[in-house]
């Protein structure tokens, strides 16, 4: 069993920046693409972004493309997200997820363990 944790999330003004934190724990050697999901209130669980075990390959929706960035630490079992100019739009609650394949995906339905969501408020 793998166990994720989010962290980071709050409230900010649109065009502020935050930086979402995902630690990992129990069976980290069974961790490898990692992603990030948001679900807003009413509506479908979202692919935001997504990165494979390496770091060497990221995938971003279409609609946080050039404002997000997704990373990770695997020494320390983290991913991140760096959330820059935020819009109202962007308020939702986001998760972090892993999966065993090592190739990012961004299908929610390919991914096995999800941590609990951290909300984020972007207030116009």
Same mark, same amino acid.
């Given at each position: 069993?793998?166990?994720? /944790?989010?962290?980071?999330?709050?409230?900010?003004?649109?065009?502020?920046?935050?930086?979402?934190?995902?630690?990992?724990?129990?069976?980290?050697?069974?961790?490898?693409? &990692?992603?990030?999901?948001?679900?807003?209130?009413?509506?479908?669980?979202?692919?935001?972004?997504?990165?494979?075990?390496?770091?060497?390959?990221?995938?971003?929706?279409?609609?946080?493309?050039?404002? %997000?960035?997704?990373?990770?630490?695997?020494?320390?079992?983290?991913? %991140?997200?760096? &959330?820059?100019?935020?819009?109202?739009?962007?308020?939702?609650?986001?998760?972090?997820?892993?999966? /065993?394949?090592?190739?990012?995906?961004?299908?929610?339905?390919?991914?096995?363990?999800?941590?609990?969501?951290?909300?984020?408020?972007?207030?116009?």
């Amino acid at each position: 069993q793998v166990q994720l /944790a989010e962290s980071g999330g709050g409230l900010v003004q649109a065009g502020g920046s935050l930086r979402l934190s995902c630690g990992a724990s129990g069976r980290t050697s069974s961790i490898g693409a &990692m992603g990030w999901f948001r679900q807003a209130p009413g509506k479908d669980r979202e692919f935001v972004a997504s990165i494979s075990w390496s770091g060497a390959s990221t995938y971003y929706a279409d609609s946080v493309k050039g404002r %997000f960035t997704i990373s990770r630490d695997n020494v320390k079992n983290m991913v %991140f997200l760096q &959330m820059s100019s935020l819009k109202p739009e962007d308020t939702a609650v986001y998760y972090c997820a892993s999966r /065993a394949n090592v190739v990012a995906g961004r299908l929610p339905s390919e991914y096995a363990y999800w941590g609990q969501g951290t909300p984020v408020t972007v207030s116009s």
